[in-house]
């Protein structure tokens, strides 16, 4: 038994495109992670240009509590590119989930009352259709296979 179990990606018969894609959706999760959680402001200020007003202490502890679930999770995607391929359709599935939600909130239910909305309100709208086509890629088997 071991921390991190033997690869299954030759078990994996869906597009290669899909894996690709996860990775770049790893990179979207992590870097944010980062700036989240080591920027002074955690971005709040900089990148999403938010007034924090005299809560900027507890927008900055927010903003750091999600830069470390999204590293987290960015790792858990990256053994999944990586190691683990046969779960790229559960975890685009998981992205259109978070994004979707993520979505919902920042442009139906909670909108920004200023009308600014910060980019990841952008990103998930994007990424919304084009993960939904990747699962379904990623779901065809290949050709040859």
């Given at each position: 038994m071991s921390l991190i179990p033997a690869s299954?990606?030759?078990?994996?018969?869906?597009?290669?495109?899909?894996?690709a894609f996860l990775g770049l959706a790893c990179?979207?999760?992590?870097?944010?992670?980062l700036i989240h959680s080591f920027l002074p402001?955690?971005?709040?200020?900089?990148?999403?240009?938010?007034?924090?007003g005299d809560k900027s202490e507890l927008v900055r502890a927010?903003?750091?509590?999600?830069?470390?679930?999204?590293?987290a999770y960015g790792a858990?995607?990256?053994?999944?590119?990586?190691?683990?391929?046969?779960l790229t359709p559960f975890f685009l599935l998981l992205?259109?989930?978070e994004r979707g939600l993520i979505a919902l909130d920042g442009w139906v239910l909670l909108p920004p009352s200023s009308g600014h909305h910060p980019p990841g309100h952008?990103?998930?709208?994007?990424?919304?259709?084009?993960a939904a086509v990747f699962?379904?890629?990623?779901?065809?088997?290949?050709r040859g296979l």
């Open positions: 299954t990606n030759a078990q994996y018969r869906g597009s290669n495109a899909a894996v990179a979207f999760t992590i870097v944010p992670g402001d955690g971005g709040a200020g900089v990148i999403a240009h938010l007034d924090t927010v903003f750091a509590w999600e830069g470390a679930t999204q590293m858990a995607i990256a053994m999944v590119v990586w190691r683990y391929r046969p992205m259109i989930l952008f990103g998930s709208l994007a990424a919304v259709p084009l699962l379904v890629l990623s779901l065809r088997p290949r």
